[in-house]
């Protein structure tokens, strides 16, 4: 798995990793519903704060975001 920093990726392709990260079924934001918006903004936030990672599987070649503190 490599660690992909928000600043190396394209504005259009950190907006799809956001984008599809905030689509997933299943994706826990708590008691309260938000609207998309609000989702996006809030996983950009806890990118640039560092709370969430980007990641890549090379093998699979797949992106995903998770929090950081899943990764140790």
Do not use: C
């Not at 504005?11 to 609207?35: P, Q, S």
């Not at 950009?44 to 995903?64: H, K, N, Q, V, W």
Request: charged share 30%; aromatic share 6%.
């Amino acid at each position: 798995m490599v660690k992909i920093s928000p600043g190396e990726l394209s504005a259009e392709a950190l907006a799809g990793v956001v984008e599809e990260f905030v689509m997933r079924e299943g994706t826990d934001y708590g008691h309260r519903d938000y609207t998309l918006d609000e989702k996006r903004t809030r996983v950009l936030r806890a990118l640039e704060t560092g709370a969430a990672t980007i990641t890549f599987e090379p093998d699979s070649g797949s992106t995903s975001i998770v929090m950081s503190d899943e990764l140790d």
